[in-house]
């Protein structure tokens, strides 16, 4: 029996993975760790703690604790970790980048070398397409240099360059996947397709940044744990691998799947003054992945269709999130302005 750490398990992707690894392999335990910021949650793996009490459990943690993440290995006999604990959103780290520094570099160094310590089997980083930075012709392969221009991004980018140092400094088995925008049930509504839906559900104005013309490979959050799943299995060791669709949208054409999935009128889209530094594109290309013998289920519009239904059924989930202060506060800071001048 393999015993998986999850770091950041309790947020978005990584409570949709810990869901679908267990139910795909019934020999695995999964131990999710996860400091429970604003974005993790106890609610997304409440069905997993029922359906696989036996082979799950749950420490509450931060990946920058040294002794608590040492102790946990050893606690509950872990071979691999899978990192997903990362500060994630673009806007917030234009707010306020020093959490992400922290959490997706100094964290990831704290994993690495606790992994190393303790001869782990495997370590395995989510990555992102944004670590390449913009791409506004062709697609970016796993050996593009490497041109990250957030914050966010550039604390994602020294994490991969981390993993490869200890892949190149002490031999250690890594692989590293950097996906694409991610969509489906349970991310946070501040990213932007939720945040659409639910402000489209209550009949708000959706704030579109610029001309609406950047381009984004929305894949469905499944597609992505299936393509982990198989980098965890068939990858070879010290390989990065792109996962996405291998094709885009701009943000006006999602916005119009959202409304049209409500039947909701465009009037609702409100160009708004734009992110500074937008990246205007990034596009992957999969190949690398496809020759392990992956493929994606969802296209890009089928994936926004199909979790802007979930939203619209799972009003249980985002309702209380929306009307917490914390939820309001980012809002109001973060679109107040721009929407009084749109
Ligand atoms: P998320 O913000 O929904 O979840 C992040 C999780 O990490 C939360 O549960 C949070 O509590 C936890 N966390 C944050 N700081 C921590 C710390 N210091 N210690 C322990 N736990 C901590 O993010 P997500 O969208 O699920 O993204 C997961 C991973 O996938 C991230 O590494 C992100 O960079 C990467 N990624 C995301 C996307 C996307 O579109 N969302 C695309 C590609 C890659
Ligand atoms: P987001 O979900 O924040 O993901 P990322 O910036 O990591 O790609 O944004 C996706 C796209 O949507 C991006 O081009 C920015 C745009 N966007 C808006 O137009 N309005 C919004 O309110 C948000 C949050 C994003």
């Known amino acids: ?10 947020g978005f992707i990584g409570s949709n993975f810990v869901r679908y690894f267990l139910q795909a392999h019934p020999d695995y335990h999964v131990v999710v760790y996860d400091k429970l910021t604003y974005a993790g949650r106890l609610e997304n793996l409440q069905d997993v703690a029922e359906a696989f009490a036996g082979r799950y459990a749950f420490v509450r943690g931060d990946i920058c604790d040294i002794p608590l993440v040492e102790q946990t290995i050893a606690h509950y006999s872990v071979d691999t970790i899978v990192n997903f604990a990362a500060e994630t959103h673009v806007d917030r780290s234009l707010m306020a980048p020093g959490s992400f520094i922290q959490t997706d570099v100094y964290g990831t160094f704290v994993l690495l070398e606790a992994a190393r310590k303790a001869g782990l089997e495997r370590y395995h980083q989510i990555s992102t397409d944004e670590v390449y930075g913009q791409v506004l012709d062709g697609r970016s392969v796993e050996t593009d240099h490497l041109e990250p221009r957030s914050p966010y991004a550039a604390s994602k980018a020294a994490g991969d360059l981390m993993v490869l140092a200890y892949r190149e400094s002490w031999g250690m088995p890594v692989t590293i ?16 397709v939720p945040l659409f839906a639910t402000n489209a559900i209550d009949d708000q ?3 579109v940044y610029g001309d609406g013309h950047q381009m984004r490979d929305y894949q469905h959050v499944l597609d992505h744990c299936t393509g982990i799943d198989t980098v965890l299995h068939k990858g070879e060791l010290g390989e990065i691998y792109n996962v996405g669709t291998g094709s885009e ?11 049209r999935t409500l039947g909701k009128p465009e009037s609702l889209i409100k160009h708004v003054e734009d992110r500074p530094g937008h990246d205007r594109r990034y596009a992957l290309d999969v190949s690398k992945l496809h ?21 619209a059924d799972n009003a249980w989930w985002w309702r209380p999130i929306k009307s917490g202060e914390l939820y309001k506060d ?4 973060q679109y107040a302005r721009r929407l009084e001048q749109a």
Request: charged share 10%; hydrophobic share 35%; proline share 6%.
């Open 1 to 10: 029996m393999h015993h998986v750490l999850v770091t950041g398990g309790a």
């Open 177 to 192: 996947t950097r996906g694409s925008n991610n969509i489906g049930p349970y991310q946070y509504p501040e990213k932007v």
């Open 205 to 207: 104005p959706l704030p």
């Open 249 to 259: 949208l701009t943000n006006i054409e999602m916005t119009q799947i959202v409304l």
């Open 291 to 311: 020759a392990l013998g992956w493929d994606n289920v969802y296209n890009c519009a089928q994936a926004v269709e199909e979790t802007t239904r979930w939203y």
């Open 330 to 333: 980012y809002y109001a800071q």
